[in-house]
């Protein structure tokens, strides 16, 4: 039989703690990528719980965590709950989505942390269709794509000629300028 020296036991033995100490460090990973509530880029089916305003809501994955998150709708600025009309844009979104399945694909995590998406029920935008119910202002500053850009800005002159939700006012303010007021 083979005997080994104290030092090199001592050094086979350190080995092995620090590929052992390596591996499960690798395997954590790699577990908590997996079980990440939400990743920029990909689609989810969740369920919605809660509307906290017209533009933020808090929905859970049907994943092994149930993993639960707050979702920003991306692209559009909706009022705020203390803010004229912001009860009603609330409401609305409360109607189309709340307790029902959406697909939700996410785009960005904001500074706040919280997941930016686009939140479709039944292959409608609800992004979109809130614009085009005059519950949100379109947010200019975070569509990259000329394209899309005008597409939404057409959504929300068209509202705004109808009269529709919070164009009914005649001066509505913008959210950004309402937080900026109020600060």
Same mark, same amino acid.
């Given at each position: 039989?083979?005997?080994?020296?104290?030092?090199?036991?001592?050094?086979?033995?350190?080995?092995?703690?620090?590929?052992?100490?390596?591996?499960?460090?690798?395997?954590?990973?790699?577990?908590?990528?997996?079980?990440?509530?939400?990743?920029?880029?990909?689609?989810?089916?969740?369920?919605?719980?809660?509307?906290?305003?017209?533009?933020?809501?808090?929905? %859970? #994955?049907? *994943? &092994?965590?149930?993993?639960?998150? /707050?979702?920003?709708? !991306?692209? +559009?600025?909706?009022?705020?709950?203390?803010?004229?009309?912001?009860?009603?844009?609330?409401?609305?979104?409360?109607?189309?989505?709340?307790?029902?399945?959406?697909?939700?694909?996410?785009?960005?995590?904001?500074?706040?942390?919280?997941?930016?998406?686009?939140?479709?029920? %039944? #292959?409608? *935008? &609800?992004?979109?269709?809130?614009? /085009?119910?005059?519950? !949100?202002? +379109?947010?200019?500053?975070?569509?990259?794509?000329?394209?899309?850009?005008?597409?939404?800005?057409?959504?929300?002159?068209?509202?705004?000629?109808?009269?529709?939700?919070?164009?009914?006012?005649?001066?509505?303010?913008?959210?950004?300028?309402?937080?900026?007021?109020?600060?």
């Amino acid at each position: 039989m083979f005997h080994l020296s104290t030092t090199w036991q001592i050094v086979l033995g350190l080995f092995a703690l620090c590929t052992s100490y390596y591996l499960l460090h690798k395997i954590t990973i790699y577990i908590k990528n997996i079980f990440r509530p939400f990743k920029k880029g990909k689609k989810y089916w969740c369920r919605v719980n809660a509307v906290s305003d017209g533009d933020t809501l808090t929905c %859970y #994955r049907f *994943n &092994i965590r149930r993993s639960e998150t /707050k979702l920003r709708f !991306a692209y +559009v600025d909706a009022p705020e709950s203390s803010q004229s009309y912001g009860k009603e844009s609330q409401r609305l979104v409360q109607s189309m989505v709340k307790g029902k399945m959406v697909r939700v694909k996410i785009t960005d995590i904001d500074r706040y942390g919280r997941c930016v998406g686009v939140v479709y029920r %039944y #292959r409608k *935008n &609800i992004n979109e269709e809130i614009v /085009k119910r005059g519950a !949100a202002w +379109v947010y200019e500053e975070y569509i990259k794509d000329k394209t899309h850009l005008h597409y939404m800005m057409s959504l929300q002159e068209k509202a705004k000629k109808q009269k529709k939700g919070l164009w009914k006012s005649s001066r509505p303010v913008r959210p950004s300028v309402y937080r900026k007021q109020n600060k």
